[in-house]
């Protein structure tokens, strides 16, 4: 098997909460105060996902690599609800992804309470062991929104911008 060559520069990461959907920014803020209640550190490692950005994570195991191995099975950003500022990243302030179970389930507890779904439990039924592709740092807006967009959700964004899809489903 041919090793793949080491990954290129980096492209940047946006941290920022401001290009996030309003009513979902709140309720992110809401998950990461309860968390902190709850004696966790958590950090929101990246908010609103260019194309250039999701380019390059998507080249993870596929044309360059460090270890990872793949880290996204989306191609480009209107495959993600990052693409949209309708989802974040959140890990832990201290052990980065390497966090123990317990802040795993806070976050999972608390995306719930907020009515956001975790990706470590797309189907939002309290449960991660029957899911087959699970993304513990994955935060995104409303319980029923599918994992990815939808071809509709494009056209939204194409036409009339992320506010546009964020109008159609309830997170502006």
């Known amino acids: 098997m041919t090793r793949l060559p080491a990954p290129p520069a980096e492209v940047p990461v946006q941290r920022s909460l401001d290009g996030l959907a309003p009513q979902f920014r709140a309720a992110v803020e809401r998950v990461v105060a309860r968390m902190r209640n709850d004696g966790h550190l958590p950090t929101v490692f990246?908010?609103?996902?260019?194309?250039?950005?999701?380019?390059?994570?998507?080249?993870?195991?596929?044309?360059?690599?460090?270890?990872?191995?793949?880290?996204?099975?989306?191609?480009?950003?209107?495959?993600?609800?990052?693409?949209?500022?309708?989802?974040?990243?959140?890990?832990?302030?201290?052990?980065?992804?390497?966090?123990?179970?317990?802040?795993?389930?806070?976050?999972?507890?608390?995306c719930r309470a907020e009515g956001l779904v975790w990706g470590a439990d797309w189907n939002n039924n309290g449960r991660t062991d029957d899911e087959r592709f699970v993304d513990r740092p994955h935060v995104q807006w409303g319980n029923g929104m599918r994992r990815s967009p939808s071809s509709r959700a494009v056209k939204l964004q194409a036409d009339g911008g992320n506010e546009a899809v964020w109008q159609a489903v309830g997170a502006a």
């Open 46 to 110: 990246e908010t609103l996902r260019t194309e250039q950005r999701q380019s390059f994570i998507y080249g993870f195991g596929r044309e360059y690599d460090d270890g990872r191995g793949i880290v996204t099975h989306s191609e480009s950003a209107v495959d993600t609800w990052h693409g949209y500022g309708l989802a974040v990243d959140i890990i832990c302030g201290v052990r980065l992804w390497g966090a123990r179970p317990d802040f795993w389930a806070s976050l999972g507890t608390a």
